[in-house]
Nanobody, 118 residues
Framework: QVQLVESGGGLVQAGGSLRLSCAASSSIGSINAMGWYRQAPGKQRELVASITSGGNTNYANSVKGRFTISRDKNTVYLQMNSLKPEDTAVYYC??????????????WGQGTQVTVSS
């Protein structure tokens, strides 16, 4: 019905780059906004970046100027440059689905580990 498949995580040194990818598919509704969240050990999950179907983007202040979110239909990417150790977290892809004209629902990917060493 709905599936979000993430890839691109890994281990990099501080200052390095990674590109995350999330391919979404849905048979129950169209996909509106998509985004990336992250959760570090002992911390709450937080929004990293989001992008609407129209291409409008939003970024957490902590990643502005370093990360770039982009989208190709139902595949969303997160280009992560100038990585810092504090970026270490499990990154989750999120998709907002339009089920009906008045109803939406959120779905999550399985998460991909990003580890940045100092």
């Amino acid at each position: 019905q709905v599936q979000l498949v993430e890839s691109g995580g890994g281990l990099v040194q501080a200052g390095g780059s990674l590109r995350l990818s999330c391919a979404a598919s849905s048979s129950i509704g169209s996909i509106n906004a998509m985004g990336w969240y992250r959760q570090a050990p002992g911390k709450q999950r937080e929004l990293v970046a989001s992008i609407t179907s129209g291409g409008n983007t939003n970024y957490a202040n902590s990643v502005k100027g370093r990360f770039t979110i982009s989208r190709d239909k139902n595949t969303v990417y997160l280009q992560m440059n100038s990585l810092k150790p504090e970026d270490t977290a499990v990154y989750y892809c999120n998709a907002d689905l339009q089920i009906t004209r008045w109803s939406t629902s959120n779905y999550w990917g399985q998460g991909t580990q990003v580890t940045v060493s100092s």
